[in-house]
């Protein structure tokens, strides 16, 4: 069953104020559609959450001295990428649950 939402929004034209009515469907074409939509809007916030800017900020700043302009990669680019994926699951797990 799909949600809806009557919606008013003010617009002004020539000093007069005109009330518009819109209905807005909140529901994606099937249930699916609408779990892919609830995940990435938790993803969204995660992302955009100050907590893990500064969590990741901190991690690039105490792992930006080992990456230099070389074409060649390194072995340790592995432990730094697992550590980072690490602190990034571990977030995720944190708000999630």
């Given amino acids: 069953m799909r949600k809806t939402s009557n919606i008013l929004i ?6 007069e104020k005109i009330l518009i009515d819109f209905l807005f469907n909140l529901g994606g074409i099937n249930q699916e559609d609408d779990e892919f939509d609830n995940i990435v ?6 992302v955009l959450d100050e907590q893990f800017e500064t969590s990741q900020n901190q991690f690039f700043r105490e792992n930006c001295e080992v990456f230099d302009e070389e074409e060649e990669n390194k072995m ?3 432990n730094i990428f697992k550590k980072y994926q690490s602190i990034i699951e571990d977030f995720i797990n944190m708000v999630i649950y």
Avoid at 41 to 46: A, D, R, W
């Fill in 10 to 15: 003010q617009v002004h034209l020539k000093k």
């Fill in 41 to 46: 809007g938790i993803l969204q916030e995660i």
């Fill in 76 to 78: 340790i680019y592995i």
